[in-house]
């Protein structure tokens, strides 16, 4: 799901529905579907996201960085507090 979308080209810009993906891959691959323990982690599908990227495309992240994200599922956003290039917890 991540990189999917042009951000540079809004006319081919395209919406998708989070939360209907979500739960259909949480239906088949997920505790919903029986076969496992756990829900499968999901990276880049906005406020759904149950896992994330820890830093900078080149590994770099602050030394206090652990991971934690603000999500508002009313606005589909995660606030990840990403500061000087990498993402800090």
Do not use: H, P
């Amino acid at each position: 799901m991540d990189g999917a979308k042009d951000t540079n080209d809004k006319s081919n810009a395209q919406d998708y529905d989070f939360q209907r993906w979500f739960k259909t891959i949480q239906q088949y691959e997920g505790k919903a579907s029986g076969k496992y323990e756990d829900d499968c982690l999901l990276f880049g599908a906005e406020s759904y996201t149950t896992v994330r990227w820890i830093g900078n495309e080149r590994g770099y992240a602050a030394e206090e960085t652990w991971a934690k994200s603000t999500i508002d599922r009313e606005n589909n956003t995660i606030n990840s507090n990403s500061r000087d290039g990498y993402t800090k917890g």
